[in-house]
Nanobody
Framework: VQLQASGGGLVQAGGSLRLSCAAS????????MGWYRQAPGKQRELVAA???????DYADSVKGRFTISRDNAKSTVYLQMNSLKPEDTAVYYC??????????WGKGTQVTVSS
């Protein structure tokens, strides 16, 4: 499984960005997909995840501001990020998980929110 993420960039506080992540390869092995982020000096943390059936889960810090969605036909997961805050600044990583617990990672995309 290969994951290609896009959509990061620089935005002012209060602005919006949309991340996309397209999966290729053995996509039929994928169950859950999600987004993680890692800020400088901090551990990687889960931002949002979504099952193949569309059930979503969010970190408390992004609830009400971020929305994860998934297009199974396109093997793509999206993260709509609204009301961005400087503390959302991080490298965002796309993740795909198989039912046996194998994780695949995309290359990170930088999100920078200026105050």
């Amino acid at each position: 499984v290969q994951l290609q993420a896009s959509g990061g960039g620089l935005v002012q506080a209060g602005g919006s960005l949309r991340l996309s992540c397209a999966a290729s390869g053995n996509i039929f092995s994928i169950n859950d997909m999600g987004w993680y982020r890692q800020a400088p000096g901090k551990q990687r943390e889960l931002v949002a995840a979504i099952t193949s059936g569309g059930n979503a889960d969010y970190a408390d810090s992004v609830k009400g501001r971020f929305t994860i969605s998934r297009d199974n036909a396109k093997s793509t997961v999206y993260l709509q990020m609204n009301s961005l805050k400087p503390e959302d600044t991080a490298v965002y990583y796309c993740n795909a998980e198989t039912p046996n617990g194998t994780h695949y990672w995309g290359k990170g995309t930088q999100v920078t929110v200026s105050s």
